[in-house]
């Protein structure tokens, strides 16, 4: 009996054993899997940190750029080096980053339609009216090019962008189609009507009329959010603001300019379009820097752009700066204003908005 006791004993000892032995491995595997999983995690974020320097140094680099140019040049357009892509890569190629690459664009911001400016500031009770006949060519062109916005009502949406933009005028509705508060407190969810300048884009799919497809395109064709911009506010008298709305046609893409231009001469921004990247053995042949250089495109004649409408220059852009490593990415879109530092008298690019994806 006392031997088979003894033999019961070992068989326990072993299952203790093997139970400490399992444990043992268990928890050792589980601390390679955390110390694994903390090194991983401790690497990401290494390599996030060295994306966002990476970002932000192109975004340094374009702004640069930006001052440069305006000590050069009194006019902006796509002729110059801050719009070149090729110009732009050569640079980057100077800059010694160890691992990674970085790209960046450039756009001029009034190159698009100023969303702020449909009606005059700072009162903001009235129509601007030249910016309301090109809206209602521009948003007629959109409902031509593409059959998913033919149920759209050009005069709705402006009516109500300006009511949306309008304030002390005790919420009176713009026309037969505009909307105060009253029309969005019955929505679902309801909220009310701003009554004040937009401050991002985004918030036009609120205003009646402007459907998910008016604002972000339908198919291949683009929609409102591809030309149209809340920047380009300048001081006035009186410590106050407006938005002049006017255009550079200079960088404005041709569904732009065909808004600009009388109805009917679609051809004729088309050559317009062309004629400011014309260029005789790589060299650029027209002077973009007078506002009425389009004149001298042919087949213009008598055609006449409103100077309501009009600039060759422009102080706000949009950067954005790609950076990539390895698997990751980052992306920084900044929207920067030039000015001159009243202490220094030296131009610089001040940040409007800053955004990470």
């Not at 100023?114 to 062109?141: T, Y």
């Amino acid at each position: 009996m006392a031997i088979k006791f003894l033999k019961n004993n070992h068989g326990i000892a072993l299952l203790v054993t093997l139970a400490i032995v399992t444990v043992l491995i268990a928890t050792s595997l589980e601390m390679n899997k955390k110390m694994r999983s903390a090194v991983f995690s401790a690497a990401t974020t290494r390599d996030r940190i060295t994306l966002l320097h990476m970002a932000s140094s192109g975004v340094n680099l374009a702004a640069a750029m930006l001052v440069k140019d305006k000590k050069d040049s009194r006019f902006d357009s796509l002729q110059e080096d801050w719009a070149d892509s090729e110009k732009i890569s050569e640079i980057i190629d100077d800059i010694p980053f160890e691992d990674g690459s970085i790209t960046l664009t450039i756009n001029d911001e009034l190159g698009k339609i100023q969303l702020n400016s449909l009606v005059q500031f700072p009162e903001g009770h009235s129509f601007n009216e030249s910016q309301r006949v090109m809206w209602e060519q521009f948003l007629s062109l959109l409902i031509y090019k593409n059959e998913a916005f033919e149920d759209m009502e050009p005069m709705t949406i402006i009516n109500s962008i300006k009511d949306w933009l309008d304030s002390g005028d005790d919420d009176a509705i713009t026309g037969l189609n505009g909307a105060e508060s009253d029309y969005y407190q019955d929505l679902d969810p309801p909220y009310p009507c701003k009554n004040g300048p937009f401050t991002h884009i985004g918030e036009l799919v609120l205003v009646r009329g402007v459907t998910p497809e008016v604002f972000r395109g339908a198919g291949e064709e683009q929609g409102l959010s591809n030309f149209i911009t809340v920047f380009g506010m300048t001081e006035s008298t009186n410590n106050s603001f407006t938005y002049e709305g006017k255009i550079n046609i200079n960088t404005a893409d041709l569904p732009i300019l065909v808004a600009m231009l009388p109805s009917g001469n679609e051809d004729l921004a088309q050559a317009i379009y062309e004629y400011r990247m014309e260029t005789s053995e790589s060299v650029y042949i027209h002077d973009l820097s007078s506002p009425t250089w389009y004149k001298n495109v042919p087949g213009v004649g008598d055609t006449k752009i409103d100077p309501n409408l009009i600039t060759t220059s422009s102080d706000f852009f949009r950067i954005e700066s790609m950076a990539k490593l390895k698997e990751m990415k980052i992306k920084i879109t900044a929207v920067v204003k030039r000015e001159n530092n009243a202490k220094t008298g030296q131009w610089e690019c001040n940040v409007l908005r800053w955004e990470i994806e």
